[in-house]
């Protein structure tokens, strides 16, 4: 049996997250210097990007400050549906990066 294809697990995932509303309160709010909705969009672009054929050098970069960002501000969040949203998208992120890592040669 062969190794589930990205797309397989990241489909699934970006489409319940399409689904889940906005956590409607944090519109505006700003984490640790970091703009949430700023976030949430950054990384849904970032998600349509790599299904539509993959990431340039410039989303790349945005990718691994997205996900800096989000390791940054997930801990800081003391709300639970809101955590859970971004702790998604944090996931779906993790998705996307493993293309994205240089190999060690």
């Not at 519109?27 to 998600?47: F, M, P, T």
């Not at 996931?91 to 190999?103: D, G, K, T």
Request: hydrophobic share 45%; proline share 7%.
């Amino acid at each position: 049996m062969g190794k589930p294809d990205l797309n397989d697990r990241l489909l699934p995932l970006w489409e319940e997250h399409r689904r889940a509303p906005f956590p409607g309160r944090f519109r505006g709010v700003d984490i640790a210097g970091v703009e949430l909705v700023l976030l949430d969009s950054s990384v849904a672009g970032l998600v349509m990007g790599e299904l539509s054929g993959g990431l340039d050098h410039a989303e790349v970069a945005i990718l691994w400050a997205c996900i800096t960002d989000l390791d940054k501000v997930l801990p800081l969040i003391d709300d639970e549906y809101c955590r859970d949203y971004y702790a998604r998208l944090r996931v779906l992120a993790e998705l996307v990066a493993p293309r994205y890592i240089p190999s060690a040669t």
